[in-house]
């Protein structure tokens, strides 16, 4: 913990919160002189502290412990964005419209960063009445198998929960440009593009 960045960050979410130093300091069963200490950078908070202060501020104490907020770039309602997490502990998908800082299992989570399938990998689409039909000549079993597939767009997100031993197959609209994305359990987080055909 830098005591300089934290101390820096402590008084910025303080005074957004139009807290005194005494105020701050009552709630915490401190003295002012404590957090005032803290905010010119000449000590930092102990650490039985943290999670009254992030419960407070109302963050998380990993980004007391950094002294930095991160600001999510604005999706301007740009569900292309979105960022996918998967729980290697459990099985559980997680997804956020933008970059987050992700939990599950007492585990933290990276967002999973797609490469573009090669011609051998891609999911095959069929059009049967209006929809497509999303099969893969993929192996599903226990050890190895698609977990998950998404179609995203920039308005929309639908996910599609895949199980080993199953036949890989859903169907999903065929009404806008957009981004189909797997995760595989052996061969990680993988996309490609679609594009229906303007009738």
């Not at 209006?130 to 000549?137: F, K, L, N, Q, S």
């Not at 920039?154 to 895949?162: E, G, H, W």
Request: proline fraction near 4%; charge should be positive; charged fraction near 25%.
């Amino acid at each position: 913990m830098d005591p300089i960045k934290t101390g820096a960050l402590i008084r910025q979410l303080r005074t957004a919160r139009g807290l005194t130093q005494r105020q701050l300091a009552e709630q915490l069963h401190v003295s002012d002189k404590a957090v005032s200490k803290w905010e010119c950078g000449n000590g930092c908070p102990d650490v039985s502290l943290l999670k009254a202060l992030a419960d407070l501020f109302g963050t998380d104490m990993q980004v007391l412990l950094s002294g930095e907020l991160r600001q999510n770039e604005k999706e301007k309602g740009n569900m292309k964005k979105t960022k996918f997490y998967v729980c290697r502990t459990c099985g559980n998908i997680i997804t956020a419209a933008s970059g987050a800082d992700v939990t599950c299992c007492g585990s933290r989570l990276s967002a999973l960063e797609p490469r573009k399938a090669e011609p051998d990998e891609m999911l095959r689409l069929a059009d049967v009445g209006g929809e497509w039909y999303v099969t893969a000549e993929h192996p599903m079993t226990k050890e190895h198998y698609i977990s998950f597939a998404a179609y995203v767009t920039d308005s929309s997100v639908m996910l599609f929960r895949q199980y080993p031993e199953w036949d890989f197959q859903f169907t999903m609209p065929m009404y806008r440009s957009g981004r189909l994305v797997w995760y595989c359990t052996a061969c990680g987080f993988l996309y490609q593009d679609i594009r229906p055909e303007r009738r």
